[in-house]
């Protein structure tokens, strides 16, 4: 489907559509964003392919909604099998309004978010709407280990409607599920009128998944994550190759590393950050090469 119109907000997005498959409603669908600028950004979303395709073998429809990327730098994911693909040409524009009173670095910061939120919304607006689960998902991620998709399924259930791969403090005391890897019911979120779009400085992209879900009285999981709690690294073997690969490392209840991400390649903790810690884009590559060699 070319030169399709979909609009977010009252602006107007040119997508063109590849739907190579369609999977039953009971099956997940996997989303994700992403925007490739370089041939580097081009290779971390073919690790992110490749590791799910590797670590998922039960049925799923993957998606990749991609914003505006140059046209050269998307005809490798245009012959990609399996994978239905939304190219929006369409470049994500922040409205005025949205950020006029947060400070310059923080309207910076959150452009990308901005552009992260049109793209689910975008996505939002094409897959089935009698799909069972959706999953968001960043392009810099890597699923590790076999049955983590099954992992984060079997967390939800009639009380429980959304799992997560990290829980973020920043903005709610709580804690709401970071978007980089939700699971959550599609038909919850549709019956509350959730939507992905931040509403800064209160909610990030995503934030209100969590905040809706938890206001209709139900309740969210979230993985244990090194990013917040660097200490579960000393739990992993020594020949772990996860124990000091200092990226954003989640783990299911056996303590077994099941899904990571690149973000800023930076370890943090509730008070403190140091780029020593940093994980650059190449080593970021190669781990993964030799992950899936192994795996």
């Not at 989303?31 to 979303?45: D, G």
């Not at 990609?80 to 923080?106: A, D, H, M, S």
């Not at 099941?258 to 973000?263: A, K, S, V």
């Not at 800023?264 to 090469?289: L, Q, T």
């Amino acid at each position: 489907m070319a030169g399709h119109e979909i609009i977010i907000q009252g602006s107007s997005y040119q997508i063109d559509l590849l739907q190579k498959y369609n999977e039953d409603s009971s099956v997940p669908r996997l989303v994700i964003i992403s925007y490739l600028p370089n041939k580097e950004a081009q290779r971390i979303l073919q690790t992110a392919l490749r590791a799910i395709e590797v670590f998922t073998p039960g049925k799923k429809e993957v998606w990749v909604i991609d914003n505006a990327s140059p046209d050269e730098a998307v005809r490798w994911l245009q012959k990609q099998e399996n994978i239905n693909i939304v190219l929006n040409k369409t470049v994500p524009v922040l409205p005025w309004g949205f950020l006029r009173r947060l400070p310059y670095f923080k309207k910076r910061m959150s452009s990308g978010s901005f552009a992260n939120a049109v793209g689910l919304e975008i996505a939002s607006k094409l897959i089935d709407p009698n799909s069972k689960y959706f999953m968001s998902l960043h392009m810099d991620v890597m699923p590790t280990r076999i049955g983590w998709l099954s992992f984060m399924l079997s967390k939800l259930n009639d009380r429980v409607k959304a799992a997560g791969v990290r829980l973020d403090k920043a903005r709610s005391p709580e804690g709401v599920l970071h978007i980089l890897g939700c699971l959550f019911d599609w038909q919850l979120f549709q019956q509350l009128n959730v939507s992905f779009l931040p509403a800064l400085p209160e909610f990030d992209v995503g934030d209100k998944i969590t905040t809706e879900f938890r206001a209709a009285g139900y309740g969210v999981y979230a993985c244990p994550n090194t990013i917040w709690n660097p200490r579960l690294a000393d739990d992993l073997s020594a020949s772990s190759p996860f124990k000091n690969f200092n990226v954003d490392r989640s783990f299911d209840d056996e303590g077994d590393v099941i899904f990571l991400h690149l973000g800023r390649g930076i370890k943090k903790s509730s008070s403190n950050r140091s780029s020593s810690y940093k994980v650059d884009a190449e080593k970021w590559i190669e781990f993964g090469e030799q992950l899936l060699k192994d795996g």
